[in-house]
């Protein structure tokens, strides 16, 4: 398969884990003999300090003639820290989903064995949990109009969505589900929002489309709840812009880093593939940024265009490097590696699948060997 790929890797850890990403797939090319072109482009802060616009129009013009765009982070302390800026690097992402049509944001969140002491979450709780997260992408609250007095002492953000946006994305939960524990959970304030009262009404007749798939409802402050205290009852989460938001954030806790969570954009006819960690510019030039969440990108950038067995040997060969103690400082504070050196043994994972077992991973463990 011959693929147009464009590279966003915007600020902070950005560039130093989609490299790994980009890595990734390049060896994936390789041994599976796929020709993967990539392509770098400015987005979020450091657009806005080179041309004074987080999506540049030639950025936007890259991935509107790409086939997938792979995503780094946005966000810089100086717009951040900074509530009277005009011109924010989130303001990118927001416009790039909307231009590319990206109206469906899928996150899943699974509780690794070998990670399960990590999480702050007792085991009991969270072993055996594999849930996805569908949440809406350009709508609700984040797209809605917004208001501020002249003396500015009053504001008001709108929260609006149709039939159809609701519809669209709904589908693509009832079809995941299809392939998983067929269940539908839609999480949102019914009791209290009007935009909610529409989710349930369309989501439920919807669901008569797909008698296979059982649906339930919760209310979003029940569902943070549930999520903390039986986070293996959910199977697909269907929700709206803002909720999915916070409560894919929430999840991040169960995998015991939010370096681990991968998730893509998807529209009718381009896809975006994003980590949901951020930009975390305490970490930046650092080498400990992990570089998981960016690398199961790749994975689902390769699932989202059928290479179904290439994305099952990224994930064969992060888990391995999570078996064998090979992780970043989030993950073990104690003994440790790099960002590059985290990457370069995953891809020497896929490159080595049937010599794999000779690598002495005791020796790498404590320093003794290295992967070339």
Known sequence: MKLKIAVLPGDGIGPEVTKQAVAILKVIGEVYHHSFEFEEALVGAIAIDKTND?????????????????????????????????????????????????????????????????????????????????????????????????????????????????????????????TRNKRVTLVDKANVLETSRLWRRVVTQLAKEYPDVTLDFLFVDNAA?????????????????????????????????????????????????????????????????NPIAAILCAAMLLEHFGLKEEAKAIHKAVEQSLENNIVTPDLNSVRSFGTDYVGSVIANYILNTDDSNYVNYENIRIGKSIII
Do not use: W
């Open 54 to 178: 987080p999506l540049p129009e030639a950025t936007l013009e890259l991935c509107k003639k790409s086939d997938a765009v792979l995503f780094g982070a946005i966000g810089d302390p100086k717009y951040d820290n900074n509530p009277d800026a005009k011109v924010r690097p989130e303001q990118g992402l927001l416009k790039l989903r909307k231009e590319l049509g990206l109206f469906a944001n899928i996150r899943p969140i699974k509780a690794f064995d070998s990670l399960i002491e990590k999480s702050p979450l007792k085991t009991s709780i969270i072993e055996g949990t594999n849930m996805v997260i569908y949440r809406e992408l350009t709508g609700g609250i984040y797209f809605g109009e917004r208001k501020l007095s002249d003396d500015g002492t009053t504001a008001s953000d709108l929260c609006e969505y149709s039939q159809f946006e609701i519809e669209r994305i709904a589908h693509l939960a009832f079809k995941a589900a299809q």
């Open 225 to 289: 709840m549930q999520m903390i205290l039986n986070p293996r009852q959910f199977d697909v989460i269907l929700t709206e812009n803002m909720f999915g938001d916070i409560i894919s954030d929430e999840g991040s806790v169960i995998g015991g880093s939010i370096g681990l969570l991968a998730s893509a954009s998807v529209g009718n006819e381009n896809a975006l593939f994003e980590p949901i960690h951020g930009s975390y510019p305490q970490a930046k030039g650092k080498n400990i940024a």
